[in-house]
Nanobody, 123 residues
Framework: VQLQASGGGLVQAGGSLRLSCAASGRTFSGYGMGWFRQTSGKEREFVGCITWSGLSTYYADTVKGRFTISRDNAKNTVYLQMNSLKPEDTAVYYC?????????????????WGKGTLVTVSS
């Protein structure tokens, strides 16, 4: 089972980035998928998640209105569109999958983690 995140990079404040997370090795039917982020010295933070159907999404207050999560189940891929980026969004972003992720919206709901991708927002 592998979750491969990509799309990180350096962007100026106010800019946009789109992260992708491709799942392989098994079917994630029924799994919620989401994104977390972590900066040095801090705990991993919930960013947002999406139900298996894609009909419902949930976001942390810090990103609500700026970030959008979507998924393409045919491609086993989840996306994180990040707009109006701020320097405080700088972090390593991790994609995650779990049957309980949408209900729990924390690390406790994660069954599978992807490797992180670094997002750096310059001021």
């Amino acid at each position: 089972v592998q979750l491969q995140a990509s799309g990180g990079g350096l962007v100026q404040a106010g800019g946009s980035l789109r992260l992708s997370c491709a799942a392989s090795g098994r079917t994630f039917s029924g799994y919620g998928m989401g994104w977390f982020r972590q900066t040095s010295g801090k705990e991993r933070e919930f960013v947002g998640c999406i139900t298996w159907s894609g009909l419902s999404t949930y976001y942390a207050d810090t990103v609500k209105g700026r970030f959008t999560i979507s998924r393409d189940n045919a491609k086993n891929t989840v996306y994180l569109q990040m707009n109006s980026l701020k320097p405080e969004d700088t972090a390593v972003y991790y994609c995650a999958a779990g049957r309980d992720l949408v209900q729990v919206r924390s690390e406790y709901g994660v069954a599978y983690w992807g490797k992180g991708t670094l997002v750096t927002v310059s001021s």
